[in-house]
């Protein structure tokens, strides 16, 4: 057993230890506390004094989409979604996902502290380079077809799909792509699958864009034409109207989804959504860098919603360092505690994955996947500090570090 001794520990269940400790035993925590408290019943057989540090778990990338890292810097920022989706699909058609690409992508979150990834995939490529990591993950695979009358042949092709894949360790589920690009029947089947016992959680794309808005309610705009013009369009296909309610309709909303993005909920969707207990995923610099808008952050926490947090693709956004996420969070909801912005990147994220068991705070009997951020000096307010915009260099593992 060691035990670590930091400038702040952050349970992340509860307020930060100033000169704490935790105790770290073949891989898991034994035991977590402060100056003058009890010591475990065994004495550490060594100690590590991380005096200019602070211990926290690693953070969770609730969505990702690690298969278009081979296209950073290939789709440049646009003012409205349908547009760079659009450049997107171009880029994407040009090559097949590069696992080296991927490889690489799932290092460099890790070297930002992520401890655990939602990744989206419609490939699976990911999985393999993701099981050779030392991050946990969840990789969905992610099902479209607007025109589908029938989506249960699709979804059994992908159950089998994943069964292939099984071997790899990594957790595998199930996602539908967007309200816009995948038929009530293919929602219908994919939630059955689930309800069947196959997989969880479920995961898809909500409110992202005011053209996904104005799609459902007047079955008008931008996604429309797309579906048109790649034969996609489904003409026996009504406008459901708010989107929310389409998907509680469809067994969608409910404790075992993550809807992602949000950018265009409205008060009484939001209200709906913590209702249901389902998971938000906000990636503000991606939404940003898409042309989807700005997320209603402050409105986000404040209705009591289940928030957490992604980085979307390297296709738009420059890194996968999730800490720049949550400094954006920060710029863009200035009112939100820290303590708040923490949760959503740790525990509330390791729980819409299944993870919550074993990730997302520092307490007896998680995985230790715990990292050090080494501090500036003197640090009063740790959450609000952590919060500034945290660079990989700050960045330590615990077990990674032999030379402690």
């Not at 089947?189 to 196959?198: C, D, E, F, Q």
């Not at 209705?303 to 947090?309: E, R």
Request: charged share 20%; aromatic share 6%.
């Amino acid at each position: 057993m060691i035990r670590y001794h930091a400038a702040w520990i952050l349970p992340i269940t509860s307020n930060p230890i100033r000169n704490g400790w935790v105790d770290v035993e073949e891989g898991r925590i034994r035991a977590v506390g402060g100056p003058g408290q009890r010591d475990s019943a065994l004495a550490p057989k060594r100690e590590v004094h991380l005096l200019t540090r602070a211990i926290l778990p690693g953070l969770v990338n609730a969505h990702t989409h690690l298969e278009l890292s081979d296209l950073s810097g290939c789709v440049p920022p646009a003012t409205a979604m349908p547009i760079w989706a659009q450049a997107l699909m171009a880029a994407a058609a040009k090559r097949p996902p590069d696992r080296c690409a991927i490889r690489a992508a799932a290092e460099e979150a890790r070297q930002a502290g992520t401890a655990l990834v939602g990744d989206i995939s419609n490939t699976l490529a990911s999985v393999e380079p993701l099981a050779e990591t030392e991050m946990a993950a969840v990789v969905f695979f992610e099902l479209l077809g607007f025109d589908q009358q029938n989506g249960t042949g699709a979804v059994t092709r992908a159950v089998r799909e994943l069964e292939s894949h099984l071997a790899s360790g990594v957790r595998l589920s199930l996602a539908a792509h967007a309200p816009y690009s995948v038929s009530p029947q293919l929602f219908t089947a994919l939630r059955t699958a689930v309800k069947s016992g196959y997989a969880g959680p479920l995961t898809v794309h909500v409110a992202e864009s005011s053209e996904e808005v104005e799609f459902l309610q007047a079955g008008t705009g931008p996604w429309r034409e797309l579906l048109e013009e790649r034969r996609r369009w489904n003409s026996n296909w009504t406008p459901p109207g708010g989107v929310i309610d389409y998907l509680s309709g469809l067994g969608w909303l409910n404790s075992d989804t993550l809807l992602v993005h949000g950018v265009h909920l409205t008060a009484v969707e939001l209200e709906q959504l913590v209702a249901a207990g389902s998971t938000l995923v906000t990636c503000p610099r991606s939404n940003r860098w898409t042309g989807a808008g700005v997320p209603a952050l402050d409105q986000f926490f404040s209705c009591g919603a289940k928030v957490a947090i992604g980085t979307d693709s390297l296709a738009s956004v420059d890194n996968l360092n999730l800490f720049a996420e949550i400094s954006e969070i920060r710029r863009l909801a200035p009112s939100v505690p820290a303590s708040a912005i923490l949760q959503s990147a740790t525990r509330i994220g390791a729980t819409a994955l299944g993870f919550g068991d074993e990730l997302g705070a520092v307490v007896p009997g998680h995985r230790a996947a715990l990292i050090a951020v080494e501090l500036p000096g003197a640090v009063d307010d740790v959450e609000e500090w952590l919060l500034s915009g945290i660079q990989p260099d700050q960045i330590a593992w615990l077990t990674d570090a032999s030379d402690w």
